[in-house]
């Protein structure tokens, strides 16, 4: 960006390659800009394939960077949602924050290891700590995922075993979840037990189908590719040649969890995702996600990424209501 600097204000111009990207980049009239604009109170003006951004020095070198970013989405043949808008925002914001335990090399943003590609898509973090799980599915051969509903746990995990499958690291997916639910029993729901299991397993069939199309993931699904089963029928079986997923993890017994934990075979990649703020079992029954928290965290070779309400990507407002509840529970202990 070609800048001229008044005191602390800035005035430069980014230039765009492609046009027809504009409008995209741009949101309907102008509405991605615009939030922009009120975010970092800079003004932007287009015309052509030029965009002027005025403002504080700072401001307006945050909204270079969103703006690179949402473009180089474009570019890669992604579309761009106010979601990826308040994404970008976030991430450059955490990446300049002056806090200590904030303070990210801004190069992490475009590292390759923080990155998942697959041919449906290219999936970049959001947030300071969806940038470290990111590099941890790569690194380790074990990662929890922990923190609040919203976070990208689960879909970036679902993202990364669709990567290894595709790059033919891993022979097949392997999805888990206990099937336990807050206030309802499966014997009650109607059908035989894969349409009992399936609406808890859902999730994980939502997050397949935006990395791979939804008739690739029934024809893998056929194959044995992918499976998607509850936790009680991982018992007896060792997962090799394999990137396993359990969701909802806060939901087993400690005993389920060392079950779960002890099929890792070869070439084994294993992933646990869940809330230990949400726990549906039965009062007095300790969470296994708890539990191996506490057993395992000394484990050097395991990685434990922890989430928090900053990290939503989910509406905003689903941020603030982790975030009450959070400074709520706080309060009473």
């Given at each position: 960006m070609?800048q001229k600097k008044?005191e602390?204000?800035?005035s430069?111009?980014l230039e765009?390659?492609d046009n027809?990207?504009?409008?995209a ?6 509405s991605?800009?615009?939030?922009i ?5 800079c003004?932007?003006?287009g015309?052509g394939n ?5 403002g504080?020095e700072?401001?307006c ?5 969103v703006?690179?970013s949402?473009y180089?989405?474009l570019?890669?043949?992604?579309e761009v949602t106010i ?8 991430m ?7 806090a200590?335990?904030?303070v990210?090399?801004?190069d992490?943003?475009?590292?390759e290891d ?7 898509a290219?999936?970049r973090?959001r947030?300071?700590n969806?940038?470290?799980y990111?590099?941890?599915?790569k690194?380790k051969?074990?990662?929890f ?8 746990k ?5 993202a990364m075993?669709?990567s ?6 891993v022979?097949?997916i ?7 639910e ?9 059908g035989?037990?894969?349409?009992k299991?399936?609406p808890?397993?859902?999730p994980?069939y ?16 056929e194959?044995?590719e ?9 018992r007896?079986?060792?997962?090799s ?5 359990l969701?909802e ?16 075979g ?9 809330d230990?703020?949400?726990v549906?079992?039965p009062?007095?029954t300790k969470?296994g ?7 395992l965290?000394?484990?050097?070779d ?17 941020g603030?209501i982790?975030?009450a ?9």
């Open positions: 070609k008044i602390n204000y800035t430069g111009v765009f390659e027809l990207l504009l409008p980049l741009y949101g309907e009239h102008n991605f800009l615009a939030r604009e009120n975010e970092f109170g003004e932007l003006s015309k030029l965009l002027s951004v005025e504080p700072e401001a070198l945050l909204t270079r960077d703006l690179l949402l180089e989405r570019e890669e043949g992604n979601e990826d808008v308040e994404g970008a925002i976030r450059v914001a955490m990446l300049d924050s002056p200590p335990e904030m990210v090399e801004r992490e943003v475009a590292d923080a990155v998942i590609r697959t041919r449906k290219v999936i973090p947030s300071k969806q940038a470290k990111i590099k941890a599915l690194a051969d074990m990662t995922g922990l923190g609040p509903a919203g976070t990208g689960t879909f970036l995990a679902v075993a669709v290894h499958l595709l790059e033919g690291k022979e097949r392997i999805l888990s979840r206990p099937a336990v807050a206030g309802e029993k499966l014997g009650f729901l109607p035989d037990m894969k349409e299991v399936d808890y397993l859902r994980l939502d997050a397949l189908g935006q990395m791979i199309s939804m008739e690739q993931t029934e024809k893998r699904l194959r044995g992918i499976e998607v089963a509850p936790l009680a029928f991982m007896g079986r060792t997962l040649d394999a990137f396993v997923i969701d993890a806060q939901n087993t017994t400690p005993m389920q969890m060392k079950m779960f934990l002890t099929r890792f070869q070439n084994c990649h294993m992933v646990v995702c869940g230990p703020s949400q549906d079992l009062d007095g969470s996600l708890r539990d191996a928290m506490e057993t965290g000394k484990i050097r395991i990685a434990f990424i922890n989430f928090d309400s900053s990290d939503v990507v989910r509406h905003k407002l689903v603030k982790v975030k509840y959070d400074e709520k529970q706080g309060t009473q202990s």
